[in-house]
């Protein structure tokens, strides 16, 4: 077999892995997110009441996020001008910041006390 056609690992994680934590990172740093979540409660602006992510992770995970309403040529949202979804009725940040985490991490952790939270 010829040296230079051989294909040798180079990754020890596989390739989502690795692109889910730049993106789950750059979300954690406000960095090239292009969707805003908020809660309702947050009429004063508050970053703490909001959490940043990208549409196209949080769309292809969310049933709410993603359908046919929130095409984005239409929308032009990007970057530089996020696009802000609110949701109304709930008011839990916590369970907010537990809700993005799964969509990058695919993971999810509820202790008993927000349980009622996620059935709601």
């Known amino acids: 077999m010829n040296a230079a056609l051989e294909l040798v690992p180079t990754l020890h994680k596989p390739l989502h892995s690795k692109v889910s934590n730049y993106l789950n990172n750059q979300r954690r740093s406000g960095q090239y ?3 805003i979540i908020e809660l309702e409660l947050d009429v004063a602006g508050d970053d703490a009441n909001a959490e940043f992510g990208h549409f ?4 292809a995970q969310s049933r709410f996020i993603g359908g046919p309403q929130f095409i984005q040529k239409s929308l032009q949202f990007s970057i530089h001008n996020p696009l802000k979804v609110t949701i109304n009725n709930f008011s839990c ?4 910041h537990t809700m993005m985490d ?6 999810i952790s509820i202790s008993k006390e927000h349980e009622p939270h996620f059935k709601q």
């Open 56 to 59: 196209c992770v949080v769309g």
């Open 102 to 107: 799964f969509f990058y991490e695919d993971i």
């Open 93 to 96: 940040t916590q369970c907010l």
């Open 33 to 35: 997110c292009d969707l």
